[in-house]
T-cell receptor, first 114, second 111 residues
Framework: DAGVIQSPRHEVTEMGQEVTLRCKPI?????LFWYRQTMMRGLELLIY????????DSGMPEDRFSAKMPNASFSTLKIQPSEPRDSAVYFC????????????FGDGTRLSIL | QKEVEQNSGPLSVPEGAIASLNCTYS??????FFWYRQYSGKSPELIMS????GDKEDGRFTAQLNKASQYVSLLIRDSQPSDSATYLC???????????FGSGTRLSIRP
């Protein structure tokens, strides 16, 4: 079975440019999570969706970040304008609903803002 | 703020020995606990889940849970160099559908 699919795997862009990260969750999973991981701050939850609806976006660092989930099989995380401090690995994860359900992670997008 | 605490390490263990990784959490109502392994440059991978007090064994891995003490641990028996990775303790938030991750313990198995 296909796991969580993220694209691109690597992104290098200049400060000020718009960045769009994409995620396809595991089929049938109704929760989708976006994380950011850095050496300094570890794994941070940015936002999560349930049945395509944003539930908690309190981890989104600022208005430059936005996320959408137009349907059950696709989500985007957008940064506009990007800044060097946004450089990190961004992970998407998905899960079934239920108290005992773990999250399954995609391979991540390594983002470098020059 | 709900927290999950882990010693960042590195924890160095000789090959063949038992590696013991520990975690404490603040959310007293949590019911689900997970251990993820993350190799350098890779994504977190689920290796164990535990929901009841006591021990749960899966191959060389044993997860231990003590809800009264708010403590979770992972034991790795017969440690192999391939076990060298960062291990993330994760606790399901009791009031929201999200998982709170610890900062991870870096484990190094020396030949």
């Amino acid at each position: 079975d296909a796991g969580v699919i993220q694209s691109p795997r690597h992104e290098v862009t200049e400060m000020g440019q718009e960045v769009t990260l994409r995620c396809k969750p595991i089929s049938g999973h109704d929760y989708l999570f976006w994380y950011r991981q850095t050496m300094m701050r570890g794994l941070e939850l940015l936002i999560y969706f349930n049945n395509n609806v944003p539930i908690d976006d309190s981890g989104m660092p600022e208005d430059r970040f936005s996320a959408k989930m137009p349907n059950a099989s696709f989500s985007t995380l957008k940064i506009q304008p990007s800044e060097p401090r946004d450089s990190a690995v961004y992970f998407c994860a998905s899960s079934f609903s239920g108290v005992n359900q773990p999250q399954h992670f995609g391979d991540g997008t390594r983002l470098s803002i020059l | 703020q709900k927290e999950v605490e882990q010693n960042s390490g590195p924890l160095s263990v000789p090959e063949g020995a038992i590696a013991s990784l520990n975690c404490t959490y603040s959310d007293r109502g949590s019911q689900s606990f997970f251990w993820y392994r993350q190799y350098s440059g890779k994504s977190p991978e689920l290796i164990m889940s535990i929901y009841s007090n006591g021990d749960k064994e899966d191959g060389r891995f044993t997860a231990q849970l003590n809800k009264a003490s708010q403590y979770v641990s992972l034991l790795i028996r017969d440690s192999q160099p391939s076990d060298s990775a960062t291990y993330l303790c994760a606790v399901k938030d009791s009031s929201a559908s999200k998982i709170i991750f610890g900062s991870g313990t870096r484990l190094s198995i020396r030949p």
